[in-house]
């Protein structure tokens, strides 16, 4: 079991910039795939971005050029940083780390961080 934890979310005004980061409380294999995703209301979840031990990375179109996902495979972190934020960036944000182990998918996620966007 792992356990995910956030931080960094907050209320920032149009334009403005946040990190989030995600702790794991276990190492993080090297086959893991550690993201980010969002959940606004009424709205379905959605993913933000991923990255993988390979730093192979991808973005949803609303995002690119604008967050950027990062991650630390000695301390077991995912960050997420993100500038030009915008009204509809407003959810709350979660951790989420995928990991295959002798043919089963493990899904671990965070407790979530509310991102508010708003003047």
């Known amino acids: 079991q792992v356990q995910l934890v956030e931080s960094g979310g907050g209320l920032v005004q149009p334009g403005g910039s946040l990190r989030l980061s995600c702790a794991a409380s276990?190492?993080?294999?090297?086959?893991?795939?550690m993201g980010w995703y969002r959940h606004a209301p009424g709205k379905e979840r959605e993913l933000v971005a991923t990255?993988?031990?390979?730093?192979?990375?991808n973005y949803a179109d609303s995002v690119k050029g604008r967050f950027t996902i990062s991650r630390d495979g000695v301390k077991s972190t995912v960050d997420l940083q993100m500038n030009s934020l915008k009204p509809e960036d407003t959810a709350v944000y979660y951790c989420?780390?995928?990991?295959?182990?002798?043919?089963?998918?493990?899904?671990?996620w965070g407790q979530g961080t509310q991102v508010t966007v708003s003047s």
């Open positions: 989420n780390l995928r990991r295959t182990l002798f043919g089963t998918l493990y899904n671990y």
């Open positions: 276990r190492s993080i294999f090297s086959g893991d795939v």
């Open positions: 990255i993988t031990n390979g730093n192979n990375i």
